[in-house]
C-alpha cells in the first residue's frame, strides 16, 4: 500500500477543509481501507461564531455520505465544547446521543454527525483518519489477535477490546487512551473494528494510516497470509438459469419481496464454495459488525432455505428474549448463497444493494482466508453482531428509508431500447425500481444508463442464434424474469404490394414476428417463476386496426404479433402471466420519424408540420415517454385484473374509434 497524496492535486481542494476533503478520498478511494460509506475522518477547526467569538469546531464526516466522494458540506460541524460536556455522562443511549450530536452542529442543515463524533472530539489531535482496514481486521479476528497487533505496533497504537460504536465506544477509547497512551502513539486499534490514525496535518494522519495498515499486510506476508491462492475453478459448462430462477422464487416466500440474485462463478468465488472447509469458514460470522446490515451475519451454506429461515428466527428469539424492548424481526433471507456447484450468490433489494453485498462479501472471504492462514479465523460472538444488526440507530435509518419503490427487486427485459418508446420504457421501469436489460441493434444501447440496475446487450434480431442467448444472460446477470416488453421492430420504406419483395417482407417479419416469438418463448418458463407473476407488454400499432398504404409488411407484422399475444393470454393466464398490447400513433420523437419525414407526411395531408404532429380527436402530442409510461402502468398491480387486452395511445383516432 503507499500513499497516494500528490502536492498538486492536494493544492486544488482549497479552503479550511480542504486538505479534510482531499485525504478523505484518497482514503476513499482504497477499498481495501473502507468499503461503501464505512469509515470517518474529521478536522478540529477554531472558527468565529456569529458574535466574532472563537469557537472550537470538530469537523467529522456526516451520515450517507461516502469517503471517495465526500464534499466540504459533507463534513459534519460540531460545537467542541458541547462534545467534550457529553462525553462526560456517566451513561447515555444512542437515540438521546444522536440527538445531542444534531444539537450540537452550528449549521441546522448539515448532515448528521457520524456515530463516533465524541470518540474523534476526545482523541487529543488535529486530524483523526479511521478506516475498517482488510489487513488489520484479518489480524484482529484471529485467536490471540490483541497480541499480534501489540507485536506489530508496540506502544505506537493503543489497543481498544471490541466495544460497539457509540457511546459507550468513546467513553471506553477515552479511559483506556488517557490511561494507557505514551506520547509515541499515533493511532488506536479497535479490535475486530478497525483502526485510527492521528496527526497535525492532514498528511501526517493519511500517511500514518497508510504506513500502519502498509506494516499490518507486510506481517500477514512474511506468515503467507496476504496473497489468498484460489484453485483454477472448473466450471461445467451447464446451464444454471433454471435453477437460479426457482431459488429466487422460493427466496420470495422466506424475504417477503421480490430481490435480484446474481450468481458469480470466477476462481474467488469457486475456490472458497468448494473449500474443504467452507462449511466451518463460512460459518463464523462477518468481518466487522457493521457489514451485517447489508450481508446478515452468515451466509447460506448450500440451498437449504428453510434451514436458513429457521436458523435466523432462532438466532433472533435467541437475543431478545433477554431485552426487554420488543424488536420486530428482519426479513430471514440470507443475502449471500454459497454453493458447491453454483460458487457465490449474492441477493437484495435493488441491484445497486447486490452490488454492495458482492464487494462486502469478497473482503470478507478474502479476510477469513487470510486470518485462516494465520492460526484460525474467529470472529465476534452472534450477540456482538446481533446488537449491531437490531441497534436503534440503524433500525431507526431503516425506517426512514421510507416504502420501496414498486419494482424494487423484479427484472425487466426490453428490446429495442437505444431510443425511442424502447429507451423510454427502460426509463419508466428503472424509475420504478426494476432492474433493466435493454437489447437493441445499436451498440449505444450498452451505456444507454449509467446504472447497475442497468445491463445493454447489442444484438440483431433478425439472427435467431443472436436472440436465443438474450433471455439466458438476463438470467445470469440478475436472477429471474418478471416483465417482458417486445418493443423492437423495424419500418421499412414505403411499398405497394405489387412490388414487394419477398426478401424484403421476410426480413420485417423475421424481426417483428419472428425474434418476438423466440423471446416469448423463451422468457415463459422464467416469467411463470416470477414472485408477483408475470407480466408481458407488446408494443403493436395503430396500423393493426387502421393500416395505410405501402406498409403491408410492417402492418401484417405487427398484426400478427398482436395476435401471438391474444393467444398468449390464453395460453399463459393459468400461470397468472398477463399479456396486454399497446397500439401508439403519430410518436415522433423516435427513429422512425426524421423531420424530413413529418414534413412529407404533413405535406402529404396538405397539413402543417405542427398541425400533423398533432392530427388526432384530443388534438395532443404523444411522446416516447407517454408509451413508456403506460407500458411500465400495464405492468403495475392497476392492471393486474387485465390480459389480451389492446390499448391505443394516439390521442384517439378516427378510423379506430
Ligand atoms: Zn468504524
Known sequence: MHSLWNDAAAREFIGALGPRVYTSRLLGRDKTLVLHGGGNTSVKLCEPDLSGLQEDILYVKGSGWDLETIEARGFSPCRMQRLLEIAQLPALSDTHMANELRQSMKLSSA??????????????????????????????????????????????????????PGFKLA???????????????????????????????????????????????????????FHIEYPLAETENRLVSQEIAEFRRALLDVAGQPMVVVIHQDRQSLGFARHPDVSLLASQ????????????????????LDAYRLAYTAYFRA????????????????????????????????????????????????????????????????NSIFEVEYWD????????????????????????????????????????????????????????????????????????????????????????????????????????????????????????????????????????????????????????????????????SKAALTQLARVAALEWGRDGIRINVVHPNAVFDTGLWTNDVVAKRAAHYGLSEAEYRKNNVLGTEITSRDVGEMVATLCSPIFSRTTGAQIPIDGGNDRVI
Open 171 to 225: 467513553r471506553a477509547v477515552a479511559e483506556i487512551f488517557h490511561r494507557s497512551a505514551k506520547s509515541s502513539a499515533i493511532g488506536l486499534i479497535l479490535l475486530n473494528h478497525g483502526i485510527f490514525s492521528f496527526g497535525d496535518d492532514a498528511r501526517t494522519s493519511y500517511e500514518r494510516m497508510i504506513a500502519l495498515v502498509s506494516e499490518a499486510e507486510a506481517y500477514l506476508e512474511r506468515h503467507n497470509a
Open 319 to 382: 437475543h431478545t428474549m433477554a431485552g426487554t424492548e420488543s424488536l420486530t424481526m428482519l426479513d430471514p433471507a440470507p443475502r449471500v448463497v454459497v454453493d458447491k456447484d453454483w460458487g457465490l450468490l449474492t441477493a437484495g433489494r435493488t441491484a445497486v444493494e447486490v452490488v454492495i453485498v458482492e464487494e462486502i462479501y469478497r473482503h470478507t472471504i478474502e479476510g477469513i482466508l487470510r486470518a485462516t492462514a494465520l492460526g484460525g479465523y474467529k470472529a465476534l460472538p452472534a
Open 285 to 304: 460470522g462477518p468481518l466487522t459488525p457493521d457489514h451485517v446490515i447489508r450481508t446478515k451475519r452468515l451466509p447460506l451454506i448450500g440451498r437449504d
Open 393 to 556: 440507530l440503524e433500525q431507526a435509518k431503516l425506517r426512514g428509508q421510507g416504502t420501496p419503490p414498486p419494482f424494487a427487486g423484479e427484472i425487466a427485459l426490453v428490446t429495442g431500447a437505444a431510443s425511442g418508446i424502447g429507451r423510454a420504457c427502460a426509463e419508466a421501469l428503472l424509475t420504478r425500481g426494476a432492474a433493466v436489460v435493454g437489447v437493441d441493434i445499436n451498440p449505444a444501447v450498452e451505456k444507454a444508463f449509467s446504472s447497475v440496475s442497468w445491463l445493454g446487450i447489442q444484438r440483431d434480431l433478425g439472427d435467431e442464434g443472436n436472440v436465443r442467448s438474450i433471455v439466458e444472460m438476463t438470467i445470469r446477470h440478475f436472477g429471474g424474469l418478471d416483465m417482458l416488453i417486445l418493443n423492437a421492430g423495424i419500418f421499412p420504406p414505403s411499398t405497394p404490394i405489387s412490388s414487394l419483395a419477398l426478401t424484403d417482407w421476410s426480413r420485417v417479419m423475421r424481426i417483428n414476428l419472428d425474434a418476438n416469438l423466440i423471446l416469448m418463448r423463451d422468457a415463459y418458463p422464467f416469467l411463470k417463476l416470477a414472485p408477483r407473476s408475470g407480466r408481458a407488454v407488446i408494443v403493436g400499432s395503430k396500423n393493426v386496426r387502421a393500416p395505410g398504404p405501402g406498409a403491408s409488411a410492417y402492418s401484417a
Open 111 to 164: 448532515p448528521a454527525p457520524s456515530v463516533e463524533a465524541i470518540l474523534h472530539a476526545l482523541l487529543p489531535h488535529k486530524y483523526v483518519d479511521h478506516t475498517h482496514a482488510d489487513a488489520i481486521i484479518a489480524i484482529t479476528n484471529t485467536p490471540n489477535g490483541a497480541q499480534r497487533i501489540a507485536e506489530i505496533f508496540g506502544d505506537r497504537l493503543v489497543i481498544i477490546p471490541y466495544v460497539m
